[in-house]
């Protein structure tokens, strides 16, 4: 009996030091502290200088690019203006539908279990570029019609710090842009599904992206503000479909992992012994 008695004593001053041990580290700012706000004088602060800082961007830093970009070498800007040709828009959004629709059919008809994964496999990337791409296009042409920010092309008239908030005309829609928000949103779904490519992916996106001031159709910042922009919305697709186990995985170990490997090999194998008999 006393054997029980003094188990139980080691066990309870065993855990009254891990509780001792655990407010000593919180104390110091570890993990297990509570959170604690920001007081609210700090937060307004923080906001006026995130403001201020904006306003200054808008106001200085955008005309600076805007002179740089229109002083460029001659070739420089032809090669930008080929990239803002290639640039994709949300047109390219119907052609992802209609493979969608069309994939969705064979899913549905096709009796092999392997051939039926392919085409779920199908759906759920061109499900999760769609998702990244039309959120990210949804929201920049929301918040462009809200802000209502003038062109570039209006700048030796109006300046950089025209607005026409609901405005609805094109010239009143450069912040943030829609175009850079697609595109980096692309580059986002790309390199999320292909991680082995993502360095390149991202560059070619970041010259498409800057051709849109490079040319004079946006700002700078209407620029970052859409390739921000267009990052978060592939985080948050990304995100959803993950919480869905589609398209992502977490292996036990916390790393994450895109599914369907097998199955894309296994399909090109196939087509290359069509093609090569």
Not at 42 to 67: C, E, K
Not at 73 to 86: E, V
Not at 112 to 139: E, M, P
Request: proline share 5%; aromatic share 8%; with cysteine.
């Amino acid at each position: 009996m006393s054997l029980f008695r003094r188990a139980a004593a080691i066990r309870r001053a065993a855990l009254r030091r891990a509780i001792l041990r655990r407010a000593s580290v919180a104390s110091k700012g570890s993990p297990f502290a509570p959170e604690r706000r920001a007081p609210l004088g700090r937060r307004a602060g923080a906001a006026v200088l995130a403001f201020t800082g904006g306003a200054a961007s808008l106001a200085l830093l955008d005309p600076l690019a805007l002179h740089l970009a229109s002083k460029a070498h001659p070739g420089l800007r032809a090669l930008f203006d080929a990239a803002a040709r290639l640039s994709p828009s949300a047109a390219f959004l119907w052609p992802c539908a209609a493979g969608i629709a069309v994939l969705a059919a064979l899913f549905r008809r096709e009796a092999s279990r392997k051939l039926s994964a392919i085409y779920q496999h199908g759906l759920s990337v061109l499900g999760f570029v769609v998702a990244a791409c039309l959120s990210a296009w949804a929201v920049a042409s929301a918040l462009a019609w809200l802000i209502g920010r003038a062109r570039p092309k209006l700048h030796e008239t109006l300046g950089p710090m025209a607005f026409r908030p609901l405005d609805g005309s094109g010239d009143f829609a450069s912040l943030p842009s829609a175009h850079a928000a697609i595109v980096i949103a692309l580059a986002a779904a790309l390199a999320f599904m292909l991680p082995k490519v993502r360095g390149v992916v991202i560059a070619v996106a970041c010259c498409l992206a800057a051709s849109r001031f490079m040319t004079g159709k946006n700002y700078l910042t209407d620029v970052l503000a859409g390739g921000a922009l267009g990052w978060a919305t592939a985080v948050a697709a990304r995100r959803w479909f993950e919480a869905r186990s589609v398209l992502f995985a977490t292996t036990p170990q916390g790393a994450r992992r895109v599914k369907g490997r097998e199955l894309v090999s296994w399909s090109l194998n196939r087509i290359a012994a069509r093609m090569y008999g």
